[in-house]
């Protein structure tokens, strides 16, 4: 008799042993936080009143951006040559910065210099590269600007590459190269 127990009793702690699995918990007391539903991102099921929550409010500016209210046309690039004026006043010019942002961006082009004698002028990949001091060029602040931002000709945009204070950065520092290349 007290072998048939001994064996029960074996028997039933292999029977619990083998029962219990540690890879997944034996209750789940709130199954949503394990297994939680995907919704679609502008689903209809996430929101009774549609996607009006996941939309962002009329006339919100995402974070770090400002709009730039000049138009990418002829029009446009004329009336920033004529209005826009830089934010930064003298004190917040870094020429420093602006030469480091320019060597990046805008020197394989323009050169260092500003002569349009860039690396990739001299390797002849692109062709037709204005001096800064030509005597048809009457760039001001205002139009460097607005082709940094949207690029003109084949000079692409840089507006994702560089912030807005960056890009003022750059503008200083061409106007600051212009003034060399005219002495």
């Known amino acids: 008799m007290k072998g048939s127990i001994k064996i029960l009793v074996l028997a039933l702690v292999i029977v619990v042993v083998s ?11 709130m199954p949503n936080m ?15 009143n549609g996607v009006e929550a996941q939309l962002p409010a009329d006339g ?6 400002l709009p730039f209210e000049i138009d990418n046309t002829t029009e446009g690039y004329l009336l920033a040559k004529e209005t826009l004026k830089s934010p930064l006043d003298s004190t917040q010019v870094n020429l420093e910065r602006g030469k480091v942002l320019y060597d990046i961006y805008c020197g394989i082009c323009h050169g260092a210099k500003g002569d349009g004698q860039g690396n990739l002028v001299k390797r002849e990949k692109i062709l037709g590269i204005p001096s800064y001091d030509d005597a048809g ?10 082709t940094i931002y949207y690029g003109k000709n084949a000079m692409g945009s840089y507006a994702n590459q560089l912030k807005e ?9 061409v106007l600051d190269l212009k003034a060399q290349l005219e002495k």
Do not use: L, M
Not at 34 to 48: D, I, N
């Open 165 to 173: 204070e960056e890009r003022w950065q750059v503008v200083s520092y």
């Open 19 to 29: 029962c219990k699995k540690d890879t997944a918990p034996n209750y789940q007391f």
């Open 60 to 65: 919100s500016i995402a974070r770090g951006h």
């Open 34 to 48: 394990y297994e939680s539903v995907g919704y679609e991102t502008y689903g209809e099921a996430a929101f009774p």
């Open 137 to 146: 060029r009457a760039i001001n602040e205002g139009s460097i600007y607005h």
